[in-house]
């Protein structure tokens, strides 16, 4: 992950540097050489791919920025809205690096280890899934919540074990296509990281948050945010909030967002916009061979 990056390109070898160098340990040694269960811990893997997904960005800025591409908007999903307000200037790199690491570990202490799940539901309308989550609630007396709007026929939900198991039960029963457990370390947002959202509040109290350059689709609200305390809460209210990522979309829809490029590893998203909307223009670059198709596409050349 990221390898290729940093060898063809010094900006995303010098991001890899400045994230090892704000951790004060090789974390790129550890997603270049493994081994894969010290990446698997989240304290590792956010920082990991927030920085992989930064060199993206900045790799994707350097190269477009020539042919005048910049963005207009920024948006990211869960630990991706960090990145976002990276590339928007709200948080210096390796302020970020540091608070996702600890989000991370708060996050890993928050639940005891095997106590909570997620489960992606697919094929039921949203409102069924949460009336499924709230019967659940009514039955086992545990937590269970939608933690991700994904698309119109994709939602997570994320509580105690007992709780996502029902809810994912009674989904089945209203309908739906799967419901399938997720391999996840912690059931990230509910209300069951409330320690971990003590713990990010506290963070960003003591690192220094900017106004955006650029709108900022916040997760917890589904709109944009534009100033240093709107950018602040919504990354606070995120870690026990439901990620409105079919919102974000239509916020950026409606403050005109024509093409949409996803940086980092993987093509997730631009896998969830084709299911929220397929007439909108998904790009992506993790790569070389995705930065050339990109700026291709973006300038016609294609």
Not at 115 to 136: F, I, K, N, R, T
Not at 178 to 207: D, K, N, W
Not at 220 to 241: E, N
Request: hydrophobic residues 50%; aromatic residues 4%.
């Amino acid at each position: 992950m990221g390898r290729e990056l940093a060898e063809r390109f010094p900006v995303a070898k010098q991001t890899l540097a400045e994230a090892d160098e704000a951790l004060g340990f090789a974390l790129s040694r550890i997603y270049f050489e493994g081994p894969e269960d010290e990446l698997k811990l989240t304290e590792n893997t956010q920082p990991a791919i927030l920085t992989v997904s930064v060199a993206a960005a900045r790799v994707l800025a350097e190269h477009g920025l020539e042919q005048g591409i910049v963005p207009a908007f920024a948006a990211g999903h869960s630990l991706g809205e960090w990145s976002a307000h990276v590339i928007a200037g709200t948080l210096g790199f390796a302020d970020a690096v540091r608070a996702v690491k600890a989000r991370g570990r708060a996050m890993q202490q928050a639940v005891p280890a095997g106590a909570g799940a997620m489960a992606a539901v697919l094929a039921l309308d949203a409102a069924q899934v949460a009336e499924a989550c709230a019967e659940a609630v009514q039955e086992t007396g545990l937590v269970v919540q939608a933690a991700n709007l994904n698309s119109p026929s994709q939602t997570v939900i994320s509580g105690a074990v007992a709780a996502v198991e029902k809810a994912s039960a009674l989904c089945k029963a209203k309908g739906a296509r799967r419901a399938v457990m997720l391999p996840v370390s912690a059931p990230f947002h509910c209300t069951l990281m409330r320690p971990a959202q003590e713990e990010v509040a506290r963070v960003l109290g003591s690192i220094t948050v900017n106004d955006p350059r650029i709108p900022v689709a916040a997760n917890v609200t589904g709109s944009m945010v534009t100033t240093a305390d709107a950018a602040r809460d919504a990354l606070i209210r995120q870690v026990t909030g439901a990620v409105r990522w079919v919102d974000c979309v239509q916020s950026l829809k409606d403050a005109g967002a024509e093409i949409y490029i996803e940086a980092g590893p993987g093509k997730v998203l631009c896998g969830l916009l084709k299911q929220i909307d397929p007439a909108l223009k998904a790009l992506n670059v993790e790569d070389a061979a995705s930065l050339e198709k990109t700026l291709a596409e973006l300038t016609g050349s294609a």
